[in-house]
């Protein structure tokens, strides 16, 4: 009898770049100098120069204010709020930003060198909070705004420069690059970072979804699911991270979505999910639903197949011959079905 479905992992496929691979990772080389240790920060807005950004900086509001900082990247002055060497932490602080309104602000990776040597006129939490408001005209309709009022409509103007085609490269080498040496929060942000500045591959939003998946992070593969009107291939590269790396709430996260999928492979993957807990009953059920919903997909007759078999019902060997039929040598499934069926033709002897 074939064992627990294992071959899951390396079979089914991944709607995603071909440069982001499932499989063995290197390991994170450790930073030899801890000056230069990885932070993260919120980036808020970039403007093109310094007293531009110190007006921006005004109106934040002060929930926010006391924790940005200005830095000099490239040609812009940016804004950054949260910097920390957890990547959580940045996480709710996002969240904060998109609370505030900055709908428009994304999380950066950098170190904590150069978010030193970059600061601003070394301008310090202390120094920002004393820039002096500068004088506008206004009018009676804008005197009602309170100080802390965001201007939302020049910081979402300026907040995502364009990147050229040779940094986009540039970054989605990065993005491979963490992820190779196992730094997949690293990964993600490159990711996120291309995200943010208008890219719309698809690949990038398969890639990032999948792993969210990873980290069991729903809400934040949620937000771009809802953006692409429920995008199957976006909610199954999620589904398969979760799946892999046994995400508790895989299941009541995605329930919804898997019991409307008519392809099965939603229902295949549960069913994978269900048997690693050793819920054999719950595993075959959808299994068996997957079978139903799209029986010409080779992997869901194995999986209906393996079912059978242990139930020790003869029809699993005719599921068995049919794949067997459909696929050469070459195929993944080979090996494990060719030898189950002389397994189970030598035992009727």
């Not at 900055?102 to 950098?110: E, K, L």
């Not at 970059?118 to 301008?123: A, D, I, K």
């Not at 771009?224 to 009107?229: C, F, G, L, N, R």
Request: overall charge neutral.
């Amino acid at each position: 009898m074939i064992k627990l479905l294992t071959i899951f992992c390396f079979t089914f496929v991944l709607f995603a770049s071909d440069t982001l691979g499932v499989g063995v990772q290197k390991k994170e080389q450790g930073k030899n100098e801890e000056e230069k240790k990885v932070v993260y920060a919120v980036q808020l807005f970039a403007d093109k120069d310094v007293q531009s950004a110190k007006e921006t900086l005004n109106i934040i509001p002060k929930s926010l204010k006391d924790g940005v900082t200005l830095h000099k990247i490239g040609n812009y002055i940016v804004g950054r709020y949260g910097q920390s060497e957890f990547y959580g932490d940045t996480r709710l602080s996002l969240q904060k930003a998109h609370e505030a309104g900055y709908a428009g602000s994304y999380i950066i990776t950098s170190n904590t060198l150069d978010m030193k040597n970059n600061l601003v006129s070394g301008e310090s939490k202390e120094e920002e909070k004393q820039i002096p408001q500068v004088p506008k005209a206004q009018t009676k309709e804008q005197d009602k705004q309170t100080p802390q009022t965001p201007k939302i409509e020049k910081i979402e103007k300026n907040s995502n420069p364009k990147i050229s085609k040779s940094e986009k490269s540039n970054t989605l080498l990065k993005a491979q690059s963490a992820y190779e040496k196992g730094d997949e929060n690293e990964a993600m942000l490159y990711y996120e970072m291309l995200l943010a500045s208008g890219e719309k591959s698809q690949k990038i939003k398969n890639n990032l979804c999948y792993l969210y998946g990873k980290r069991g992070v729903w809400l934040q593969a949620k937000e771009i699911v809802d953006s692409e009107q429920f995008n199957g291939e976006l909610i199954y590269a999620y589904a398969y991270g979760a799946v892999l790396s046994n995400q508790e709430n895989y299941y009541s996260d995605l329930s919804e979505y898997i019991m409307v999928d008519k392809s099965g492979r939603l229902m295949l993957l549960s069913g994978y999910y269900f048997e690693k807990r050793e819920d054999m009953q719950r595993a075959a059920s959808f299994y068996k639903m997957a079978y139903e919903k799209n029986p010409s997909d080779l992997y869901n007759i194995f999986a209906y197949a393996r079912i059978l078999d242990m139930q020790q019902n003869r029809e699993a060997l005719t599921f068995y011959k049919k794949i067997l039929s459909k696929i050469d040598a070459s195929h993944p499934l080979y090996v494990t079905v060719n030898e189950r069926i002389k397994e189970m033709e030598g035992a009727n002897g």
